[in-house]
Nanobody
Framework: QVQLVESGGGLVLAGGSLRLSCAAS????????MGWFRQAPGKEREFVAA????????AYADSVKGRFTISRDNAEKVVFLQMNSLKPEDTAVYYC????????????????????WGQGTQVTVSS
């Protein structure tokens, strides 16, 4: 099983940017499709972005499309979430997740398909 540790969260003004990182250790990182999810207080965990094993395919929630970019570096075993034009409604705990798959181009957007999760990093956007 892969272990995941997120970093890069913090407090930012609306319109600002943050870059989240998720460092993986353990099993072969390139065997995993990766995703970012978030959970705001009193709300369900929701999908944010996902990237395939190869990094060639990705998917985004409509609410972040055009503002967030997911990427990965398989050699360094890291996945990133670049967040631009942040809004107060982006405030949440952001979680990195890993899903083992044999298909290198597959992206997964359902949280139930992810078996490994990080501890989360808080992102707060003030207006």
């Amino acid at each position: 099983q892969v272990q995941l540790v997120e970093s890069g969260g913090g407090l930012v003004l609306a319109g600002g940017s943050l870059r989240l990182s998720c460092a993986a250790s353990g099993r072969t990182f390139s065997n995993y499709a990766m995703g970012w999810f978030r959970q705001a207080p009193g709300k369900e965990r929701e999908f944010v972005a996902a990237i395939s094993r190869s990094g060639s395919n990705n998917a985004y929630a409509d609410s972040v499309k055009g503002r967030f970019t997911i990427s990965r570096d398989n050699a360094e075993k890291v996945v990133f979430l670049q967040m631009n034009s942040l809004k107060p409604e982006d405030t949440a705990v952001y979680y990195c997740a890993a899903s083992a798959t044999a298909v290198i181009f597959r992206v997964r957007i359902d949280a139930k398909e992810y078996s490994a999760w990080g501890q989360g990093t808080q992102v707060t956007v003030s207006s």
